[in-house]
């Protein structure tokens, strides 16, 4: 694993990567250009999607709610399978392995665009192996604690990280957000690496872990039942479901940590399966369960 010294400059190459998925319209016009003849039916059968992530994290729930009018458009079913392990790497090289032939897709996340900035070997290439069909959403990232730690907001958290180095545990499904914050605040955390957010919130509620970061489409239910306590957000804003809780950047400059989700295919998928995908999702955003589901998403 590389060390955060080299953070900053892949980071932000790697974020653009956001960008290319909600880009997608402009491939889309390119591919299609280059490939009018006639393509065969798709889909003839049942599609698989891979999550990369344990069922009942964000990212489980949101394909299921994008995969059901998803499967009606296509009349075809959607199988949504999940593959935990490696921060999320696991499943997006079962992705990136996979036929090009748009029966496997993948969920992938901006955890992977952090990976690929912290992990020296990973068994795929974000750049090469994959092509962006659709920007499914996004979330703000929440950093929330037990309601007995003795800090509740994130200058009292600061405090406490300088009074007491490395005694604080962080735990997620990657260490970006973490090591980012010991580098730009200059304190000494613990990083806890979770399969999933939904382990580490056990530990959490337990009070076997000091900290979570992850999605706040899954934490703020827990914020506002009064099991954790929010501390701060990754983005640059607050969120209209947590208006008193405010940005760790206002404290520590340097600190923008948020969350994108896109759907992904294998590279050499043919433009039209991609260009009938896009469209179809597209269109299911006019789903009720969709359009509720991007609304709660797009609150970063």
Known sequence: ???????SRRAVTWAVTASVVTGTAGLLA???AAHAQQAAP????AIRIVVPFPAGGTQDVL???VAEPLAQRLKQPIVVENRGGAAGNLGADVVAKAAPDGYTLGLLSGVHTANSAF???IAFNLEKDFVPV?????????LVTHPKTPFSTVPEFLAYLKANPGKVQMGSTTSFSTDLLKMQSNTDIQFIPYKGVGEAL????????DVVVGPSLQLIPLVKEGKVRALGLGSTRTIPDLPNVTPVIQSVPGYDVGMWFGLFAPKGTPAAVITRLN??????????????????????
């Not at 659709?134 to 929440?142: Q, R």
């Not at 056990?202 to 872990?209: F, K």
């Not at 469209?279 to 970063?300: D, F, G, H």
């Open 1 to 7: 694993m590389q060390t955060p010294s080299s953070l």
């Open 30 to 32: 390119t591919l299609n």
């Open 42 to 45: 798709y889909p003839t059968k």
């Open 63 to 65: 394909m299921r709610m």
């Open 119 to 121: 992990y020296r070997k």
């Open 134 to 142: 659709k920007a499914i959403g996004e979330s703000a990232v929440l």
């Open 202 to 209: 056990q530990d959490l509620i337990g009070e076997r872990l």
């Open 279 to 300: 469209t179809e999702l597209t269109e299911c955003s006019s789903n009720p369960r969709c359009a509720t589901s991007s609304r709660n998403r797009a609150s970063t």
